[in-house]
């Protein structure tokens, strides 16, 4: 089992609908949780982070961990076509440079 | 300002050879990473650095060896390159470690098939 689980998808919506993003990880040590963004041939990008427990707000963007579930969630309001890509979470422990990603989640919003 | 720098950007090689992929990076970052990405498997961390003059194993060490060159160069070498090494590379460069509050900057990638 990985450390970090989540979905491959693809997952397809329409414009303008609020997408939910979800991996789970298995590492109680882990106390970093970040989202990478990752286009068509080009490298991941910070996406956002949180560390520890509870919700981080960035424009349409949320981030939101659960270490009771050993759950991570990102949520995408109001869907734009530019927001088609893959979604990588990833977590390490307080100053850790192992990082660990999920498989990545692609999704496609539809105009 | 270039961030981080990875060549060659394509690369076939057959079974056996050996190569290094270079990366470099303009931020006066401490750490760097080699990553590689797979289908269904996400990004897989083979080697980082935390600082100039140190490197450490990651997940998927095997078959790669890696030389901090000074603090701007990473390099990760492939002695003897086999099918199962067909990836997608990235390198990765931070301030800090990637938790404490800095974020991983990437390359484009290295685009490596073993025949």
């Known amino acids: 089992q990985k450390e970090v689980e989540q979905d491959p998808g693809p997952l397809s919506v329409p414009e303008g609908a609020i997408v939910s993003l979800n991996c789970t990880y298995s590492?109680?040590?882990?106390?970093?949780f970040m989202w990478y963004r990752q286009y068509s041939r080009k490298g991941p990008e910070l996406l956002m982070y949180?560390?520890?427990?509870g919700n981080k707000e960035d424009g349409r963007f949320t981030a939101q961990v659960d270490k009771s579930s050993k759950y991570i969630s990102l949520f995408i309001r109001d869907s734009q076509p530019s927001d088609s890509a893959t979604y990588l979470c990833?977590?390490?422990?307080?100053?850790?440079?192992?990082?660990?990603f999920g498989a990545g989640t692609r999704l496609f919003v539809k105009a | 300002n270039a961030g981080v720098t990875q060549t060659p950007k394509f690369q076939v090689l057959k079974t056996g050879q050996s190569m290094t992929l270079q990366c470099a990076q303009d931020?006066?970052?401490?750490?760097m990473y080699w990553y590689r990405q797979d289908p269904g498997m996400g990004l897989r961390l083979i080697y980082y650095?935390?600082?100039?003059?140190?490197?450490d194993k990651g997940e998927v060490p095997n078959g790669y060896n890696v030389s901090r060159l000074n603090k701007r160069e990473f390099s990760l070498r492939l002695e003897s390159a086999a099918p199962s090494q067909t990836s997608v590379y990235f390198c990765?460069?931070?301030?800090?470690?990637?938790?404490?509050?800095?974020?991983?900057?990437f390359g484009q990638g290295t685009r490596l098939t073993v025949v």
């Open positions: 990765a460069s931070s301030a800090l470690g990637q938790g404490r509050n800095t974020e991983a900057f």
């Open positions: 590492n109680s040590a882990f106390q970093y």
């Open positions: 949180t560390y520890s427990s």
């Open positions: 990833a977590s390490c422990e307080t100053g850790g440079f192992k990082t660990i």
């Open positions: 931020m006066n970052h401490n750490s």
């Open positions: 650095s935390a600082s100039e003059g140190t490197t």
